[in-house]
């Protein structure tokens, strides 16, 4: 009997399966003296690579450190063996904030973090992280993937001999922890406070005295007063850290980081010496993780808040209105100074203020518009 099209069609995807499954098979299991640029096995398909990952996260902290493992995981799995990773949480092998440098330099192929960490090497990195009264998650993804961001983060970090990929979401994130109320612009005067980025530019401007330090030692700091106030991301989080035990007022909404994106640092050459299935493998992988991690958050922050308040007794506060226009104020002024600093900036900054314009006449009509239906309806 004569075989129908889509049956030799079905038989040829099967053949070509199976022989994907054997090679990858093959690949893992026929490791052999280790080369240069932690590489080994013989041969196109057969080669299987050896990498590090350094991070800016204490050791299997939720969400974060353990979404820097888990994308380690699925990078291996998706490549059959060929592409191992082994992460290094903060200060393992480098401290935190020196794992750009280290990526940069070869000494580790992958990073795990957030870009705005890397401001003080180019400031308009930040604009791939998070900026206030910005982009959220799903608009974030949609600017990258779908805007011509990526191509820009490209060529911002090529002088660096770096690659980078979104691979996580925190989704909004809350406005932060204080250890008295914000009732007015006078509060922030004076006010010690661990914001990183371009938020804590804004709290500059504001009057506060801003401090950079590494998540594993923002609780430390908190509890002994050498800060007044902290942000750490959100309820999941800062549950796990214990920040209600060092302040009892937590407040919103999160302006300062609206859709957090995390990033995986890849060093340049090492990517260019991958076969074009594994690079394919390593940008598919932060992909999946970019949708998984921002699901984890959204989920976890719902258990959590609760928590918080009807375990904990934390205090909710919104911040007053007076505070919320000035800082919107401040914020414009602070991202609008960085579109003025080389071409390539500028370039970033008016495609960034372009996305979040049409993304908010959509938002307006399609999310926003469902959101406060949805309160209306259910009474909540």
Known sequence: MKKKPEDQIDRGRFLRGMGLAALGASA?????????????????GNESFEWKMVTTWPKNFPGLGTGANRLAERIERASGGRLRVRVYAAGELVPPFECFDTVSNGTAELGHGASYYWKGKAEAAQ?????????????????????GAQELWDELYAPFNLRAFACG???????GWFNREIRSLTDFQGLVIRMPGLGGEVMTRMGATVQSIPGGEIFQAL?????????WVGPYNDLAFGFYKAARFYYWPGWHEPGTALELIVNKQAFEGLPEDLQEVVQAACKADYAEMTAEFTARNNLALKQLVNQHGVQLRRFPDEVLRKIAQLSEEVVAQIGTQNDLSKRIYESYVAFRAGSMEWARIGEQAFSMARSAGTGQ
């Not at 979401?169 to 406005?175: D, L």
């Open 127 to 147: 604009f791939f992280s998070a900026v206030p009264f910005g982009l959220n998650a799903t608009e974030m993804s949609a600017w990258l993937w779908f805007g």
């Open 223 to 231: 509890q002994s007063g050498a800060i007044d106030a902290t942000e």
């Open 169 to 175: 979401n925190t989704g909004v994130q809350m406005g």
């Open 28 to 44: 893992a299991g026929s490791l052999l003296e280790c080369g240069p640029a932690g590489r080994s096995g013989t041969g196109a």
